[in-house]
T-cell receptor, first 115, second 113 residues
Framework: DAKTTQPPSMDCAEGRAANLPCNHS???????VYWYRQIHSQGPQYIIH???NNETNEMASLIITEDRKSSTLILPHATLRDTAVYYC????????????????FGQGTILTVHP | NAGVTQTPKFQVLKTGQSMTLQCAQDMNHEYMSWYRQDPGMGLRLIHYSVGAGITDQGEVPNGYNVSRSTTEDFPLRLLSAAPSQTSVYFC????????????FGSGTRLTVV
C-alpha cells in the first residue's frame, strides 16, 4: 500500500472548518484513500473514503486532487468533540495475495479543537 | 446490537501465561484484523483474515497466533505472555470490498506483569 504523509499536529478554533492534509504521492490507480479518527483511547472510527472523486457524508468532506497525489479531509464546523488523532490511509489491491484485506495505520495528525 | 465485540475488556496476566482474546462480529463481514496500540503510539497490525480459513501476518505477528474457523469469530492467542505485550488490543471487521470502512471494537487492555 502507498505510504502517506500527514502533519503531526494541527489546531482549529471551534466552529471553524478543519482542513487536514495528506500526501500520498505513490498512490496507484486502484487504491482508495480512507480517513479514520481515534478519540482518546477508543477504537478508531471510519470517517470517509474516496477513489478519485470528491466525497461528502454527514461527518466530513474529502477532496482528492486531480493527480490523486494528495487529499484533504474537511470537517466543516469543528467542535470540541472532534479533537482526535486523524489517520489518512491508502488501501488497494495492487500488492497481490491477501493484501486487499490489510489496513495499515501511520502516525496520523493530532487535531486539537479549542474554544 | 450489531458491531464488533471484544472480550475481556481488561486483563492482567503473569509472564509466561497464555490466554485468548476474543473477537466476534455479527455483520457477516469477511475481513477481520487484530491491532495493538502501545501508549502514545499508533496502531500496528498483528494478523488479519480475508475469510474463514484464510489468515495472514501483519507488521508485528511474533508471539501471537490466530485462526478463523467461522466468519463471525477471530480469536487472538498469546502463547506465552511477555511484558512487551502489554498494550491495548483492537479487533476490526469489514465487508469484502474496498468500498466500505472497517468497524472497530472497543478494545482489550492487557497488562503483563
Amino acid at each position: 500500500d502507498a505510504k502517506t504523509t500527514q502533519p503531526p499536529s494541527m489546531d482549529c478554533a471551534e466552529g471553524r472548518a478543519a482542513n487536514l492534509p495528506c500526501n500520498h504521492s505513490t498512490i496507484s490507480g486502484n487504491e482508495y484513500v480512507y480517513w479514520y479518527r481515534q478519540i482518546h483511547s477508543q477504537g478508531p472510527q471510519y470517517i470517509i473514503h474516496g477513489l478519485k472523486n470528491n466525497e461528502t457524508n454527514e461527518m466530513a468532506s474529502l477532496i482528492i486532487t486531480e493527480d490523486r497525489k494528495s487529499s484533504t479531509l474537511i470537517l466543516p464546523h469543528a467542535t470540541l468533540r472532534d479533537t482526535a488523532v486523524y489517520y489518512c490511509i491508502v488501501r488497494g489491491t495492487n500488492a497481490g495475495g491477501t493484501s486487499y484485506g490489510k489496513l495499515t495505520f501511520g502516525q496520523g495528525t493530532i487535531l486539537t479543537v479549542h474554544p | 446490537n450489531a458491531g464488533v465485540t471484544q472480550t475481556p475488556k481488561f486483563q492482567v496476566l503473569k509472564t509466561g501465561q497464555s490466554m485468548t482474546l476474543q473477537c466476534a462480529q455479527d455483520m457477516n463481514h469477511e475481513y477481520m484484523s487484530w491491532y495493538r496500540q502501545d501508549p502514545g503510539m499508533g496502531l500496528r497490525l498483528i494478523h488479519y483474515s480475508v475469510g474463514a480459513g484464510i489468515t495472514d501476518q501483519g507488521e508485528v505477528p511474533n508471539g501471537y497466533n490466530v485462526s478463523r474457523s467461522t466468519t463471525e469469530d477471530f480469536p487472538l492467542r498469546l502463547l506465552s505472555a511477555a511484558p512487551s505485550q502489554t498494550s491495548v488490543y483492537f479487533c476490526a471487521s469489514s465487508q469484502r470490498t474496498l468500498s466500505y470502512g472497517y468497524t472497530f471494537g472497543s478494545g482489550t487492555r492487557l497488562t503483563v506483569v
